[in-house]
Nanobody
Framework: QVQLVESGGGLVQAGGSLRVSCVVS????????MGWYRQAPGKQRELVAH???????NYADSVKGRFTISRGNAKNTVYLQMNSLKPEDTAAYYC?????????WGQGTQVTVSS
């Protein structure tokens, strides 16, 4: 049973930092991409950042320079370091893993940035 579990969300003031984590468990093979998406109330789910095998990363323009995505050495953990947070970063953040056969999603962790 494949499971993606996010943690680290919470309430932070504008300008602060937060790190969210995602741990993948279960029988999952050949993960090509791991990433973070977010969805704010009334908005579509959007890609925040992703990292592929080999280490290449991609970021949404809105977070470039502020957020950093990284993977653990075991390749079953992904982190999103969020710095200089803004109220518009408030959203539920979802971990995502892609394989050649399936896509997997976590349940999300809420990040709320107060002004």
């Amino acid at each position: 049973q494949v499971q993606l579990v996010e943690s680290g969300g919470g309430l932070v003031q504008a300008g602060g930092s937060l790190r969210v984590s995602c741990v993948v468990s279960g029988s999952i093979f050949s993960i090509n991409v791991m990433g973070w998406y977010r969805q704010a109330p009334g908005k579509q789910r959007e890609l925040v950042a992703h990292i592929v095998q080999g280490g290449s990363t991609n970021y949404a323009d809105s977070v470039k320079g502020r957020f950093t995505i990284s993977r653990g050495n075991a390749k079953n953990t992904v982190y999103l370091q969020m710095n200089s947070l803004k109220p518009e970063d408030t959203a539920a953040y979802y971990c995502h893993a892609r394989t050649p056969w399936d896509d997997y999603w976590g349940q999300g962790t809420q990040v709320t940035v107060s002004s």
